[in-house]
């Protein structure tokens, strides 16, 4: 291997296609990729710890599933603390090598999203909390799934404001750290708006090389540029009457968010090389893990751009200033996990849960999903103690105790009474809150939560019509 790499790719038995794929988008996240046939001929990297040069063995493992656990073992012996991934045909193949030792998973066909996911997950190898992704994030975000699931204020109000959305038609900017729960957020939007049954089509413009994005959303004519053999239909075109997602909005080139810009007032597209535009409707959709208005200060983004697309802004909050939400959304992923074949029913304790929340998230609730899902297979079944979280305890940031005051631990009241202040909240918040909390713990079955209320259904829609609140919050 070449000396003074700050990260080397080892891929191991990929098909030419696949590896062509992998290796294009981990150049671009700035590793080096090494191909190798079989693991036999993987070179001893030493067994110093992880700490740059970061080094990575990807293998395909196949469809075989009864030599995982010795091929995983051989490859350890050799590569030494090198984190490992392996790249499955089936669930089953993924929950063994994961309980086998290894450090994440790619579920074929390989997504370009996963696999910047899984890279970017390397580099956080051996912090505390940070897992592998899950087998339930391979499925399309179920509306009204976890993009729903608190009662925390600032999270009801941006509920609030995506319900709002959805009854218009403008363009949407979708804000937030990663791991927020943005793409859930987004298609529950779309769910919810008379576009729920049109085309949707998400471009993540981080992972589109800079050449081929302007034609990949736009289109082209035949001949427009070198390679253009075939005239092709952009993405806007293609989802006409639905919606298009553009992710990491700010990674997009100046020149391009003028054409972005352009389209969103016009309502037309011109391909590359046209003479001419088509009309279209399509709702636009933006997301951003960046803050737009000093990158448009620095003149890194169109500031007309940006004033079209403040208006409606939906910036989800961190789950650090979510607390109190923790063990709803924990509860909710080990109900998911327990739909994959070979994980089984588990569930957290009161210790576990109140170790969650005290523990800061940096990634988010994506972090929790997967230090969720690795604690949920390496079980077996049963119940998580704290002890199936090594390294929250000792490692990360914490919230001082008195911040964990209003977090939420099963059977016990999650509402917080007091402002920040430290005056008490108005009854009919706190009244509001409740309701909110209930029908989200028994998933908007009403009778159940006018039973577990001790009130009557008449009295509860009456309360939720006097209160504003959606019976479907």
Same mark, same amino acid.
């Given at each position: 291997? =070449? ?9 191991? #038995? ?19 990729? +090494? ?20 080094? !990575? ?10 030599? $995982? ?35 994440? &998973? ?16 390397? /580099?956080?190898?051996? /912090? ?22 608190? %009662? ?17 038609t403008g363009p949407v900017l ?11 957020? $987004?298609?529950? *939007? ?19 090389? !800079? ?40 990674? *997009?080139? +100046? ?5 972005? +810009? ?28 960046? =803050? ?22 939906? %910036? ?9 939400? $923790?063990?709803?959304?924990?509860? @909710? &992923? ?14 957290a304790t009161d210790a576990a849960? !109140? ?9 988010? $609730?994506?972090?929790? @999903?997967?230090?969720? &899902? ?8 049963? /119940? *998580?103690?704290?002890?199936? &979280?090594?390294?929250? /305890? =000792? ?26 202040? #430290?005056? *008490? ?28 209320? #001790?009130i009557g259904r008449s009295t ?14």
């Amino acid at each position: 291997m =070449s000396e003074g790499l700050d990260r080397m790719l080892i891929l191991v #038995g990929a098909e030419p296609a696949q590896a062509r794929q992998i290796a294009s988008l981990a150049a671009r996240e700035g590793w080096e990729t +090494l191909l190798l046939r079989d693991a036999s001929a993987t070179p001893p990297l030493g067994t110093e710890p992880r700490s740059p040069p970061r080094r !990575a063995i990807w293998i395909d493992l196949g469809h075989r599933r009864e030599s $995982i656990a010795g091929t995983l073992h051989a490859l350890r012996a050799r590569t030494g603390e090198a984190a490992v991934v392996v790249l499955c045909a089936s669930h089953d193949q993924a929950i063994d090598a994961l309980r086998e030792g290894a450090d994440d &998973f790619l579920l074929k066909p390989l997504v370009s999203e996963r696999i910047v996911a899984a890279l970017r997950t390397i /580099e956080r190898a051996g /912090e505390p909390g940070w897992g592998p992704a899950t087998l339930t994030e391979k499925d399309d975000a179920e509306p009204g799934s976890d993009a729903s699931i608190g %009662t925390t204020a600032g999270f009801r109000a941006v509920l609030a404001v995506t319900a709002k959305a959805a009854r218009e038609t403008g363009p949407v900017l979708v804000a937030g750290e990663p791991g927020t729960g943005k793409d859930h957020l $987004i298609r529950e *939007l779309r769910a919810a708006g008379l576009r729920a049954q049109k085309p949707l089509h998400f471009i993540n413009a981080g992972l589109v090389p !800079a050449s081929a994005i302007e034609s990949r959303l736009f289109g082209h004519e035949k001949n427009a540029f070198a390679g253009a053999f075939d005239r092709a239909i952009g993405a806007i075109q293609q989802c006409d009457g639905g919606t298009i997602v553009v992710d990491e909005i700010e990674r *997009l080139a +100046l020149p391009l968010q003028q054409r972005l +810009l352009e389209f969103i007032r016009e309502r037309a597209v011109r391909p590359i090389g046209a003479a001419y535009g088509a009309r279209v409707d399509v709702r636009l959709i933006v997301a951003t893990n960046a =803050s737009l208005g000093p990158l448009a200060e620095t003149g890194r983004f169109l500031p007309e751009l940006l004033e079209t697309l403040v208006p409606t802004t939906i %910036t989800l909050p961190p789950l650090r200033e979510r607390v109190s939400d $923790i063990p709803a959304l924990a509860r @909710h &992923f080990l109900t998911q996990f327990a739909r994959v074949p070979g994980i089984g029913q588990v569930q957290a304790t009161d210790a576990a849960l !109140a170790l969650l929340s005290r523990y800061d998230w940096p990634g988010n $609730i994506r972090q929790l @999903h997967s230090a969720l &899902f690795r604690a949920a297979v390496l079980s077996g079944g049963g /119940e *998580l103690t704290p002890g199936a &979280f090594p390294g929250l /305890e =000792s490692g990360g940031v914490h919230r001082p105790r008195e911040a964990l005051a209003t977090a939420t631990l099963p059977g016990r009241v999650g509402v917080p009474l007091y402002t920040s202040d #430290g005056n *008490l909240r108005p009854l009919d918040d706190i009244e509001g809150d409740v309701i909110r909390l209930a029908i989200s713990h028994y998933r908007g079955r009403m009778t159940e939560v006018a039973r577990r209320l #001790g009130i009557g259904r008449s009295t509860l829609y009456r309360k939720l019509g006097e209160l504003g609140i959606d019976n479907a919050a």
